[in-house]
């Protein structure tokens, strides 16, 4: 390999490593050009591929690589990772397992076939994998990250939990980290040691996606729980006086109680939320489909009240079950309003990043092999092979 071959290829690498892809894309597909023949330069090129989201293209440049150098195991961890982004899991584990063999010494090989495993929902093998790099690599972060997701997805939260306390440990700015330990908060319904977590991995790389969409999840469960209660404690308000026979009295002092209690637990659901997570909450409040969704839950309720509260006393019992029907139809339409909501942010948000190209401001970006793009479903990050 020529020196101008090593230092394009060096500088291709450099770009990659800190987010340029698309300009390390173009370098790299003028050095193919040049030289054909390089499987070093048809790995980068798929490496470059995988940063911009072009995964055929990553494979057929690994699968070039592959034909010119049957005997390296990288063009197989592209090619893994590729096939995993396009949910063909099946043959980016046979990619991974290739890999493995050629290089069974390397750590990141039994990373990549964890990763694969994972996502083929075969976690005997993912464990297997997980341990022996761990064993060939004990101070990588990456290595316990991908740990932690491995035990997460077996349901072990106390063992997800500590490897991910050991990847923060090795690495205190480890974003995906960080993500894992938001995401098992989650599981032990601790929402705001969640966003806690879910806010310092967005702090620590501002590029990622998945991270910020996190914590847009968990404002949006917030509230999706508030409405609930609200709803619940709405049905028990009317149910009370409809069944005990009392006169329209109750149901007013019902719904000014109803409305002093679901101010009262939106206070304290701010309070618990951690301080910078508050103003997020103030904003989401005030958007459009979210405030339609608490309009939605509160003319629920409304409607139910004045149906129970106007029919004559004798008719009470009724009328009760069309009041009741009127709030859950409330609550599915309130519901719904959220989740066409949660979604229409994630796309609005990914617009606006691919318009922005934020990727050169990520502040770690550091490799596993070769460095693929991060972030695989909504709570979750993935180590890059």
Not at 73 to 91: K, Y
Not at 103 to 115: D, G, S
Not at 127 to 147: G, I, M, T
């Amino acid at each position: 390999m020529s020196m101008d071959l090593r230092r394009e290829l060096a500088r291709a690498s450099t770009m990659l490593d800190v987010g340029r892809c698309d300009e390390a894309t173009a370098l790299v597909s003028r050095v193919v050009a040049a030289e054909p023949e390089s499987s070093r330069a048809w790995c980068l090129l798929a490496r470059a591929h995988l940063g911009t989201k072009r995964y055929v293209d990553a494979i057929g440049a690994a699968n070039r690589a592959v034909s010119l150098d049957p005997a390296d195991e990288w063009p197989h961890r592209l090619a893994s990772n590729a096939l995993i982004h396009l949910g063909n899991n099946a043959d980016a584990l046979r990619a991974a397992g290739e890999a493995c063999r050629l290089a069974p010494e390397l750590w990141q090989t039994h990373v990549c076939v964890a990763q694969a495993a994972l996502a083929s929902q075969h976690l005997d093998i993912a464990n297997a994998a997980a341990a022996r790099a761990r064993a060939l690599a004990p101070s990588e972060p990456d290595v316990h990250f991908l740990s932690g997701k491995v035990s997460l997805a077996g349901g072990s939260l106390t063992e997800a939990h500590s490897h991910q306390e050991r990847a923060l440990a090795l690495d205190p700015a480890h974003s995906g980290a960080l993500n894992e330990l938001g995401r098992i908060r989650l599981r032990r319904h601790d929402t705001a040691g969640a966003i806690r977590h879910f806010m310092s991995a967005a702090r620590s790389a501002p590029g990622e996606q998945v991270y910020s969409r996190n914590i847009d999840v968990v404002i949006l469960r917030t509230v999706s729980n508030a409405i609930y209660a609200f709803m619940l404690i709405a049905v028990l308000l009317i149910w009370i006086p409809a069944v005990a026979d009392l006169t329209r009295l109750p149901f007013v002092i019902g719904l000014a109680a109803l409305c002093v209690a679901a101010v009262t637990c939106l206070g304290l659901i701010v309070l618990r939320l951690p301080r910078e997570a508050r103003p997020l909450l103030r904003r989401m409040l005030f958007r459009r489909r979210i405030a339609g969704a608490l309009g939605l839950a509160l003319g629920g309720v409304a409607v139910a009240f004045g149906i129970v509260a106007l029919v004559p006393p004798k008719d009470v019992g009724q009328w009760f079950p069309i009041a009741v029907i009127v709030i859950l139809v409330g609550r599915m339409a309130a519901f719904s309003a959220l989740d066409s909501s949660s979604r229409f942010s994630w796309r609005r948000r990914q617009a606006s990043l691919r318009a922005v190209m934020v990727l050169p401001a990520r502040p770690r970006v550091r490799a596993i092999g070769a460095i693929a793009a991060r972030g695989w479903t909504a709570g979750t990050a993935r180590p890059r092979c």
